[in-house]
């Protein structure tokens, strides 16, 4: 299914999300879910869920990958692969890496999914976000802990002040939390590295 912004919608794109549209591009629909939403990669390389109503239809032949699925409140209109996978697309925004994985592999073999139809873009976005998500993250479990130690050395010298949810098992459930979500995006990193490595055609 191929769709482009309506007119009435350039001029208001951030009004509903659509400035990473571009006005007069035609784009391939990725998903429908529940009759109202498309799910299209946009010029960010992103899968973003946009309202139905702001794009005109120019093809509406359903892709021979499709499936449909209804129940009582939801319908779903798209690849299979993407509704096996309960919360799929924002499990894929939250950097999990199976979903990561299946949408680089889907895109590989259905790369008209993308507007621009280059792969090399794709993998370099995907990096991108990895590299950036590990330093922004590091930046705030730094800030986090040191905010954490702080408070608990102050608790220790004043205990009968009154401080929050910080304890002694605190700066530990940081650490924690730090080293293994951080180890995983940086396994991910590897990862994609890897493949790259070993299928240039898709390097920038």
């Known amino acids: ?87 799929f697309f924002e499990n894929w925004f939250d950097n999990k890496e199976e979903e990561r994985k299946i949408l680089n592999e889907f895109i590989i073999k259905h790369p008209e999914y993308i507007s621009s139809g280059n792969l090399s873009k794709w993998f370099y976005r995907r990096k991108n976000d990895i590299e950036n998500l590990i330093c922004s993250l590091e930046k705030r479990y730094f800030d986090d802990y040191n905010k954490a130690k702080r408070i608990y050395d102050e608790m220790r010298e004043n205990p009968t002040k009154i401080y929050g949810y910080y304890c002694d098992t605190t700066l530990n459930e940081i650490m924690k939390d730090k080293d293994e979500f951080i180890s995983n995006l940086k396994q991910q990193l590897a990862d994609l590295n890897k493949f790259l490595d070993e299928n240039p ?4």
């Open 1 to 87: 299914m191929k769709v482009k912004l309506k007119k009435k919608f350039e001029n208001n794109k951030h009004r509903y999300g659509l400035l990473t549209f571009l006005n007069e591009k035609v784009y391939n629909v990725l998903a429908i879910e529940s009759d109202e939403w498309f799910t299209i990669i946009d010029e960010n390389y992103e899968p973003i869920m946009a309202k139905r109503k702001a794009f005109d239809i120019i093809d509406n032949t359903i892709d021979d990958i499709w499936v449909i699925k209804k129940n009582t409140n939801y319908i779903y209109i798209g690849p299979e692969i993407f509704y096996n996978t309960p919360y």
């Open 201 to 204: 055609q898709y390097k920038s």
